[in-house]
């Protein structure tokens, strides 16, 4: 236990370091987040948070594979990191369009491939399980483009999308440790505490935001440690302990606010002929926000149907029920309660 230890203490005292000194550069250069009629906020707030996130979680995570975790995949982990974080930090400081980070999304996804994080079956989806090399790397580039602007999108509110960082990484560290792979125990445990140390000073009223450094690099993480999950399970003998025999819908769960949450406004958007990367303010966090709530009461909602959600499901998991019936009943159920919440405000509001 002590790989989990260290790795989070130190990603969590780099971050309590560098997170005030960055915001006090950004208010000294004057470098904000101007509030604007789309966005919640009213105050100037630096979004440079991300950076913070980054370092205290890079120099955790080199320094302690040093010495608990071997192999060279940590090489290619590390070169699309720095690739996902420079196309964040760019459009930070100054803003790129949809196409460019689309772009530098590609080229760290890729560099993942080429390092073995990519799927090599779709482990009983649709009744599949080994797939081609060209399958295999085009829908591993479409998981991770998904996931990393699934929790780009889910960044709205203060507190939010580190919080769900936080149950994601926590979890999934854990899982790392019991099925011995220590390289994803440290990178999911320094990413705690260097959340942890970002969440100080972002929970509601949230003194700096994480902007896209902090957004991709997190979605990015996620998305590669679900795959790297799934390659995991798969190897390990029938009976361990700690092997999900429906593993997709765990992963589902797990993921459940993010993903489900990103395709209800999608398909929402694209119902009335809008682009799908249209903003706007249908995101199940906004819905909260009009039924009255606090950020941290509709974070802390969100989070305990994020938590509930994987419970249920870890637990149908241990049922012979297959994965595909338990996906779908994780989609409609989640739309379903996302639907009738906003019918929900949506009359709230008309009463009023």
Same mark, same amino acid.
Request: charged share 15%; net charge positive.
């Given at each position: 236990?002590?790989?989990?230890?260290?790795?989070?203490?130190? #990603?969590?005292?780099?971050?309590?370091?560098?997170?005030?000194?960055?915001?006090?550069?950004?208010?000294?250069?004057?470098?904000? +987040?101007?509030? +604007?009629? $789309?966005?919640?906020?009213?105050?100037?707030?630096?979004?440079?948070?991300?950076?913070?996130?980054?370092?205290?979680?890079?120099?955790?995570?080199?320094?302690?594979?040093?010495?608990?975790?071997?192999?060279?995949?940590?090489?290619?982990?590390?070169?699309?990191?720095?690739?996902?974080?420079?196309?964040?930090?760019?459009?930070?400081?100054?803003?790129?369009?949809?196409?460019?980070?689309?772009?530098?999304?590609?080229?760290?996804?890729?560099?993942?491939?080429?390092?073995?994080?990519?799927?090599?079956?779709?482990?009983?989806?649709?009744?599949?399980?080994?797939?081609?090399?060209?399958?295999?790397?085009?829908?591993?580039?479409?998981?991770?483009?998904?996931?990393?602007?699934?929790?780009?999108?889910?960044?709205?509110?203060?507190?939010?999308?580190?919080?769900?960082?936080?149950?994601?990484?926590?979890?999934?560290?854990?899982?790392?440790?019991? #099925?011995?792979?220590?390289?994803?125990?440290?990178?999911?445990?320094?990413?705690?505490?260097?959340?942890?140390?970002?969440?100080?000073?972002?929970?509601?009223?949230?003194?700096?935001?994480?902007?896209?450094?902090?957004?991709?690099?997190?979605?990015?993480?996620?998305?590669?440690?679900?795959?790297?999950?799934?390659?995991?399970?798969?190897?390990?003998?029938?009976?361990?302990?700690?092997?999900?025999? $429906?593993?997709?819908?765990?992963?589902?769960?797990?993921?459940?606010?993010?993903?489900?949450?990103?395709?209800?406004?999608?398909?929402? $958007?694209?119902?009335?002929? $809008?682009?799908?990367?249209?903003?706007?303010?249908?995101?199940?966090?906004?819905?909260?926000?009009?039924?009255?709530?606090?950020?941290?009461? #509709?974070?802390?909602?969100?989070?305990?149907?994020?938590?509930?959600?994987?419970?249920?499901?870890?637990?149908?998991?241990?049922?012979?029920?297959? +994965?595909?019936?338990?996906?779908?009943?994780?989609?409609?159920?989640?739309?379903?309660?996302?639907?009738?919440?906003?019918?929900?405000?949506?009359?709230?509001?008309?009463?009023?």
């Amino acid at each position: 236990m002590k790989e989990i230890f260290l790795s989070a203490i130190s #990603a969590l005292a780099i971050g309590l370091l560098l997170i005030p000194e960055i915001i006090k550069i950004a208010h000294a250069r004057n470098m904000h +987040d101007l509030p +604007d009629e $789309r966005k919640l906020h009213k105050e100037k707030i630096p979004t440079f948070g991300g950076i913070g996130i980054f370092f205290g979680f890079i120099i955790s995570s080199v320094f302690w594979s040093f010495f608990f975790a071997k192999g060279v995949e940590g090489q290619f982990l590390l070169g699309s990191i720095l690739v996902i974080v420079i196309v964040g930090m760019r459009d930070d400081f100054l803003p790129l369009s949809a196409f460019w980070k689309l772009i530098g999304q590609i080229i760290a996804a890729s560099i993942t491939i080429i390092g073995g994080f990519h799927f090599q079956s779709l482990y009983g989806l649709f009744h599949i399980y080994q797939i081609n090399d060209l399958l295999s790397y085009t829908i591993t580039l479409y998981t991770v483009i998904v996931i990393t602007n699934a929790f780009n999108l889910i960044d709205g509110i203060d507190g939010l999308a580190g919080s769900i960082s936080v149950l994601v990484f926590s979890l999934l560290g854990f899982w790392f440790f019991w #099925a011995g792979n220590m390289l994803f125990t440290i990178a999911c445990f320094s990413l705690v505490g260097a959340v942890l140390a970002f969440l100080r000073y972002n929970l509601s009223p949230a003194k700096i935001f994480m902007g896209d450094t902090g957004s991709l690099l997190l979605g990015f993480m996620a998305a590669i440690a679900t795959i790297k999950f799934l390659q995991t399970n798969a190897t390990l003998p029938e009976g361990a302990i700690f092997k999900f025999e $429906r593993p997709i819908s765990m992963v589902a769960a797990l993921l459940v606010y993010p993903l489900l949450d990103t395709l209800r406004v999608f398909v929402m $958007r694209v119902a009335v002929g $809008r682009s799908p990367l249209s903003p706007d303010k249908n995101h199940i966090h906004h819905l909260l926000l009009r039924l009255g709530l606090s950020h941290g009461k #509709a974070v802390f909602v969100i989070l305990s149907f994020n938590i509930a959600f994987i419970l249920v499901f870890y637990w149908l998991n241990k049922k012979s029920i297959d +994965d595909n019936f338990l996906v779908l009943g994780l989609v409609v159920a989640a739309l379903t309660l996302a639907q009738g919440l906003r019918f929900w405000v949506k009359r709230k509001e008309e009463q009023n």
